[in-house]
């Protein structure tokens, strides 16, 4: 057995910690180093329907990333972080209030969230699951 990794802030902060073998993301399938499937791209936030969402920071490692997402106008199961290679390198917390989005849209109430993914790495994207399906969501500029 080894010893657990000291969790970096954003990680310690989301309560995401310990990242060992009895750590689960809560997805109901894909964990930490899963390779996921081609995900279909979310409408963007400005885009008429109840399946859309945004992600409103950057796409940085060992940073709180925020948005939202509606899917078929109820929140995502979980959300995923991955790298370029889609390999899940992270996750988070689903169903924040609106405050929490940090977005240019207002969200709907209780479809915020909040991901991290860990230092050094280069993210690829977040992908909101719902029902195993994928979504992609796309950073508003």
């Known amino acids: 057995m080894t010893a657990p990794r000291r969790p970096a802030g954003t990680t310690l902060s989301l309560g995401a910690y310990p990242f060992n073998d009895t750590f689960t993301l809560g997805c109901?399938?894909?964990?930490?180093?899963?390779?996921?499937?081609?995900?279909?791209?979310?409408?963007?936030?400005?885009e008429a329907g109840t399946t859309?969402?945004?992600i409103g920071t950057p796409l940085t490692g060992d940073t709180l990333l925020s948005g939202w997402a509606?899917?078929?106008?109820?929140?995502?199961?979980?959300?995923?972080?991955?790298?370029?290679?889609?390999?899940?390198i992270g996750g988070g917390l689903i169903g924040l209030p609106s405050s929490a989005a940090k977005t240019k849209?207002?969200?709907p109430e209780r479809m915020?969230?909040?991901v991290v993914g860990p230092p050094g790495t280069t993210i690829g994207g977040?992908?909101?699951?719902?029902a195993g399906a994928l979504y992609r969501l796309q950073l508003e500029k």
């Open 52 to 54: 859309r969402g945004e």
């Open 112 to 114: 915020a969230w909040q």
């Open 70 to 88: 509606t899917l078929g106008g109820t929140r995502a199961d979980c959300l995923l972080v991955v790298d370029q290679n889609d390999i899940v």
């Open 28 to 46: 109901g399938g894909p964990e930490l180093g899963s390779r996921l499937p081609a995900a279909a791209p979310l409408p963007r936030s400005t």
């Open 126 to 130: 977040v992908i909101a699951v719902k």
């Open 105 to 107: 849209t207002s969200p």
